[in-house]
Nanobody
């Protein structure tokens, strides 16, 4: 059974930092691509970081480039999202997603991911 469990959300002041974790269980082929999305105040699901775990390649949305760092720890089956210099625009529910064996052609398209975690809330106050 595939399961993604996020943790690490919370409330911080602008300029602060948080690190989110996503622990994955199940067959490893499900997790060749693991990504972080967030739900914006306009209820859109925005991709922020995309980790190809088997290639050790990571890509970021322009809105978080230089402030967020995603990394995969294979030994712990965990993907982390280190978030720095947070601003109110980063507020939202953050979700971990896994390709689940699907061939993802557009990493920023949430509909192409098979598995999702339950989400963890990040709130940044000014």
């Amino acid at each position: 059974q595939v399961q993604l469990v996020e943790s690490g959300g919370g409330s911080v002041q602008a300029g602060g930092s948080l690190t989110l974790s996503c622990v994955a269980s199940g067959k490893s082929y499900n997790y060749y691509l693991m990504s972080w999305f967030r739900r914006t105040p306009t209820n859109e699901r925005e991709g922020v970081a995309f980790v190809y775990t088997t290639r050790n390649n990571t890509y970021y949305a322009d809105s978080v480039k230089g402030r967020f760092t995603a990394r995969h720890d294979a030994a712990k089956s965990t993907v982390y999202l280190q978030m720095g210099n947070l601003g109110p625009q980063d507020t939202g529910m953050y979700y971990c997603a896994a390709a689940g064996g699907r061939v993802v052609t557009e990493v920023e398209d949430p509909s192409q991911y098979r598995y999702w975690g339950q989400g963890t809330q990040v709130t940044v106050s000014s």
